[in-house]
């Protein structure tokens, strides 16, 4: 099929703790610091790959800070990211927390990490070749998503 021609791996990153330092619910430019072993990792090995970015975001529905805030930021980064030569070709978010302080983020979603609907999502708007692909991470949640989704894990720290 042509859908499999047009197939390429990716990516999935990460983004608090492992693309970006993680200083707790970052949301203001100021605190956007990249840690460098991703970036020279993502350099290294993004040659005709996708890179995207999975991210829980409790702190939007905790109300530490705002959808727009986020937005605002991930702009920010994504600029930033491709001045270093890099191109972020999606980014998918979850917002939603069962204690959730901000009543439309209060639910259990199963596009939370450790489940996998930001990658399934991606995958359902991408041709992603899920068995090149892998998954880079710095906790457990992550480890079970890229489990979940069939992808092969690494954690940040060992790159």
Known sequence: ALSDLLK????????DGTLIEDKGYVHKIKDLKFKNNTINFIKKFQKKKYLFIVTNQSGI????????????FQKN???KIYQKDILIDDVR??????????????????????????IKS???NFFID??????????????KCAYKSKLKYINVDTI
Not at 8 to 15: M, N, V
């Open 77 to 79: 980064l994504k600029e």
């Open 130 to 143: 899920l068995k090149q692909s892998i998954m880079v991470g710095n906790s457990v949640v992550d480890q």
């Open 93 to 118: 978010y979850c917002p939603f927390i069962s204690n959730a302080k901000i009543k439309k983020f209060k639910k259990k979603s199963k596009f939370r990490k450790p489940n996998n609907l930001m």
């Open 61 to 72: 529905g905790r109300g530490y800070f705002t959808e727009n805030d986020f937005f605002n």
């Open 8 to 15: 390429k791996p990716a990516i999935f990153l990460d983004r």
């Open 122 to 124: 991606l995958t359902n």
